[in-house]
């Protein structure tokens, strides 16, 4: 997992929005948008460039192309409403839920 967007980091086309936890993509794998599979990582405490961990959750996204997959630390397992609160810095902007 390739982290584009630091635990921290901003938006560069949103300059309100800021990453509450890291988030990146995979690579060589395509999304609905065409793009790489993107993923929020929980449990990581600080910025980060490049993880490992496990696929605990999906999510869905009813508005719009690409849904994201949520990576923790091995041995994790939050709950859909810690996931949320979470993601929550930018799921709030669609209409989402937590798929497992």
């Known amino acids: 997992m390739v982290v584009d967007r630091p635990l921290g980091s901003v938006h560069p086309r949103w300059p309100n929005l800021v990453y509450g936890v890291n988030s990146g993509e995979l690579p060589g794998t395509v999304s609905g948008d065409g793009e790489p599979i993107d993923a929020y990582l929980l449990g990581w405490p600080g910025p980060v460039r490049e993880v490992e961990g496990v696929v605990a959750a999906l999510i869905v996204r009813a508005d719009d192309l690409e849904d994201k997959l949520v990576v923790v630390r091995e041995g994790a397992s939050p709950t ?21």
């Open 80 to 100: 859909d409403g810690e996931i949320m609160k979470a993601v929550w810095f930018q799921e709030r902007y669609f209409d989402s839920r937590v798929m497992r």
